[in-house]
């Protein structure tokens, strides 16, 4: 019940909050949310889409570290798994891009096969 006031809340929070407005101090930290315009999750550095006040509003210790170049392919999704074939249509996934839970229409983060896997599964009947 907790964790459902707290979404609710944070989807108030993101509804007022567009455009240059959209920081991590404005909506808090640790929560992909789809759709925004950055981020402020733990991956958004993996992605490139860290708000502008990430490293000061979440609290990022600022540290040097070496870099090297590398050649990465990234998916739509922020770590595994990535559909709701791969991993149920029970319980949110923090974290996850998509979503397969019950509720994930009301926030419009249902993976693609959502409807498929979850809603409208095919059975196959075979008969010998």
Known sequence: MKFSIFIASLALVMSSVVGDDYLCSNVGCHFYVAGAPCQCDTYCADYGDCCSDFAVACDVPTTTTPTTTTTTTTTSTRGPPKTCADFGCAGFKSGDLCQCDERCPEFDDCCEDHTAVC??????????
Not at 119 to 128: L, W
Request: charged share 0%; aromatic share 0%; proline share 10%.
């Open 119 to 128: 809603i409208n599964p095919t059975t196959t009947t075979t008969t010998t």
